[in-house]
């Protein structure tokens, strides 16, 4: 056995697009800190100030700590719950970035 036999495989990092749209179905509430202050900051540079947060309808564990999250953040003009009947309604939110 050689060393590099026991070393785990490096994971390959997948780039997701930045779009004006997040689903955040596979995260946990705890894992938003970090996420939503980073993709905004890369969809203001891609000039995408209006997002689609999708935290869905569930016991509402995430979208409390969504709207916790955006109210503290500056990048955040306003957001909007919510969102209309064909944009996910209270499973959605829209969030406004500031320019």
Do not use: N
Request: proline share 10%.
């Amino acid at each position: 056995m050689t060393p590099a036999d026991d070393e785990a495989p490096i994971p390959e990092v997948v780039e997701h697009p930045i779009g004006p749209e997040l689903d955040l179905h596979t995260f946990r509430p705890s894992e938003i800190g970090s996420l939503l202050p980073e993709y905004f900051t890369e969809c203001r540079k891609r000039g995408i100030l209006r997002v689609r947060v999708i935290h869905g309808k569930g016991a509402g564990a995430l979208r409390i700590g969504v709207h916790q999250l955006l109210a503290q953040l500056p990048e955040v003009q306003q957001f909007i719950w919510p969102a209309d009947e064909t944009s996910g309604s209270w499973g959605a939110t829209w969030v406004l970035l500031r320019p």
